[in-house]
């Protein structure tokens, strides 16, 4: 189902970024699914990305994307907006 922009929206569980470091080096960029019960209002559409860093010494820091993951930008609050997958996300009745 899609959201339009200033929906009332119930969110289940966003999506928080994690930063972990392998046997190798690299960073790795993860996205973390946290549960919540919160009210909020969609303001747009985003893709974030799931991938490793490396580092080479005269480039510095290479990010190589390995997923994409299409995530609605749900307001919470007038300083805190949060990325939510789409199954995490019920409209709610004006």
């Keep these: 189902m ?9 969110v289940k569980a966003r999506l928080i970024p994690a930063k972990i470091y392998n046997e190798e080096g690299n960073k790795l960029r993860q996205w973390e699914r946290r549960e919540v019960n ?3 209002i969609v303001v747009g559409v985003r893709t974030v990305q799931e991938g490793y860093s490396s580092y080479y010494y005269e480039e510095g820091w ?3 994307p390995e997923r994409r993951i299409k995530t609605y930008l749900v307001a919470v609050s007038l300083n805190e907006m949060w990325h939510v997958l789409p199954e995490d996300i019920e409209k709610m009745a004006c």
């Design 2 to 10: 899609g959201f339009k922009l200033g929906d009332k929206v119930h």
């Design 38 to 40: 919160r009210e909020g």
């Design 62 to 64: 290479i990010f190589t």
